[in-house]
């Protein structure tokens, strides 16, 4: 049977690990040509030796996503290695305790650590879509989906400037939606609830029982779930789907 994907060039970034990890072997089980970015080239090179291990192809690329010069090279690198960008996740992003934000409330979080979680977070998924874009309209279309949040959506106590930039990313996704429809490109966003990455293992260590409780589902999702979301907004299934924000959070939005 034919894979989803069969063919198609993707770049996911931060696909070092977490949720980028397992929707990178989601891509190569569907038949997709990948490129692995992450900050980390190890993780990335990780991610592409168990590609490779189930039977895909996959290349590895490293750079931060705040830079624009990097994101320029890397998605000149997918298309010099696969000749075109069919799909791009957009993905790479931080928590708060990495920028030491940990428990701040708003008015408490420093000037450096707001800037940079804009900077991963929004600015971030921006850069990708500016040199991604270009690229799609002069191939005649393409896919992205951005990695928005239930922190996108609602307020969550300490988590400021995460959820200042997911509520971001949901506004590019919308406006890129509608000024690239005519141009055969689908912008939309999947916004993850509470899911098992290395980005929640503190948080849940300290707090997990009492969020559990507020997730329908009770229990936390696994990153294979977002995968297979990302993967249907990257393939035909989904061809009348542009501008929208998929929740994949056991519930919690519904409350
Ligand atoms: P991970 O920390 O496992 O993955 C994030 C990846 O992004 C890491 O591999 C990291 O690289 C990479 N990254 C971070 N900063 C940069 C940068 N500046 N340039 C390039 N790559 C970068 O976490 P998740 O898989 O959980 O997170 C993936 C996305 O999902 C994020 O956007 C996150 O906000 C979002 N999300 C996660 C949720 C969850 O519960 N886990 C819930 C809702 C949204 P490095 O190898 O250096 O760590």
């Known amino acids: 049977m034919a894979g989803m994907l069969d063919g198609k060039s993707a770049l996911i970034t931060g696909g070092g690990g977490g949720i980028g990890r397992a929707t990178a072997l989601i891509f190569a089980r569907e038949g997709a040509r990948l490129a692995i970015a992450d900050a980390s080239e190890d993780a990335a090179r990780e991610t592409v030796a168990q590609v490779n291990a189930a039977g895909g192809q996959a290349m590895s690329l490293s750079g931060d996503v705040t830079e624009s010069a990097a994101v320029q090279a890397m998605i000149k690198a997918v298309v010099s290695a696969y000749g075109r960008l ?14 030491d ?13 707001f800037d940079r979680m804009i900077a991963v977070n929004l600015r ?34 300490t988590s400021s400037a995460y959820v200042a930039a997911k509520h971001g990313v949901l506004g590019l996704t919308k ?17 993850p609830g509470y899911i098992e990455t290395k980005m929640t293992e503190d948080t849940m260590r300290r707090r997990g029982a009492e969020l559990m409780e507020k997730v329908p589902f009770r229990r936390m999702g696994k990153p294979e779930e977002i995968g297979e979301m990302v993967m249907w907004l990257c393939s035909d299934r989904s061809s009348y789907v542009s501008g929208a924000c998929y929740n994949v959070d056991g519930g919690y939005m519904a409350i």
């Open 86 to 99: 069919d799909c791009a996740f957009n993905n790479a992003g931080i928590a708060g305790y990495q920028v």
């Open 101 to 113: 934000a940990g428990g701040k409330r708003t008015h408490e979080w420093a000037d450096e650590s």
């Open 124 to 157: 971030g998924v921006w850069l990708c879509m500016k040199h991604e874009l270009p690229q799609m309209m002069a191939q005649g279309g393409g896919k992205i989906v951005n990695t928005g949040s239930i922190a996108g959506l609602i307020g969550l106590p």
């Open 175 to 191: 406006t890129a939606a509608l000024e690239y429809a005519t141009d055969n490109i689908r912008v939309n966003a999947v916004c």
